[in-house]
């Protein structure tokens, strides 16, 4: 039975003496068995608190483990930019700009690429403006407390649940 199931339950027994399914008639709970509801309730209540905690403590498991395998990710793939920095300077050095075997095809190959002194300062005609606009939620929290109607934005009141 579902909370709201055994709750319906508990209201029925105790308005009417005896809890019913409408269906078949059959007397499912009578007056002695709302002590027995009462704890199923509760229990059904303590079992979802603890699955619940359960999920979060799966879920922070993941999460770390996540946070550890991309380390491991960054890692290697430091190693590997390393190493291929090193055989690219090793292939341009010796004038070698291709390697091929059955296993490995590497070649040199040149490009262009425009690099940006930090400190310089170009001219607006190679400049880009890049905005980014986002509502201010402090600000506007503020703002609704202190009595203002802003069009758009509303305070809400949440109710949340603390498992521990």
Same mark, same amino acid.
């Given at each position: 039975?579902?909370?709201?199931?055994?709750?319906?339950?508990?209201?029925?027994?105790?308005?009417?003496?005896?809890?019913?399914?409408?269906?078949?008639?059959?007397?499912l709970?009578?007056?002695?068995?709302l002590?027995?509801?009462?704890?199923?309730?509760?229990?059904k209540?303590e079992?979802?608190?603890?699955?619940?905690?359960?999920?979060?403590?799966e879920?922070? =498991?993941?999460?770390? +483990? @996540?946070?550890?395998?991309? !380390?491991?990710?960054?890692?290697?793939?430091?190693v590997a930019?390393?190493? *291929?920095?090193?055989?690219?300077?090793?292939?341009?050095?010796?004038?070698?700009?291709?390697?091929?075997?059955?296993?490995?095809?590497?070649?040199?190959?040149?490009?262009?690429?425009?690099?940006?002194?930090?400190? =310089?300062?170009?001219? +607006? @005609?190679?400049?880009?403006e !890049?905005?980014?606009?986002?509502?201010?939620?402090?600000?506007?929290?503020? *703002?609704?407390?202190?009595g203002?109607?802003?069009?758009?934005?509303?305070?809400?009141?949440?109710?949340?649940?603390?498992?521990?």
């Open positions: 039975m579902t909370l709201y199931e055994i709750d319906g339950a508990i209201r029925e027994v105790i308005e009417n003496g005896i809890s019913f399914d409408p269906e078949t008639g059959e007397v709970f009578e007056d002695g068995d002590d027995q509801l009462q704890i199923d309730l509760e229990k209540i079992n979802i608190g603890l699955f619940v905690k359960n999920l979060r403590a879920a922070d =498991a993941i999460k770390a +483990e @996540e946070a550890n395998l991309k !380390k491991r990710r960054e890692h290697k793939t430091n930019d390393h190493y *291929a920095e090193y055989l690219k300077a090793y292939l341009v050095s010796t004038e070698r700009p291709r390697f091929e075997s059955t296993r490995v095809q590497m070649s040199i190959r040149r490009s262009e690429a425009v690099e940006i002194d930090p400190l =310089a300062h170009l001219p +607006e @005609e190679f400049l880009v !890049k905005i980014e606009v986002k509502p201010d939620k402090a600000k506007l929290k503020k *703002a609704i407390k202190e203002q109607t802003i069009e758009g934005a509303t305070l809400v009141t949440n109710q949340n649940i603390t498992i521990k």
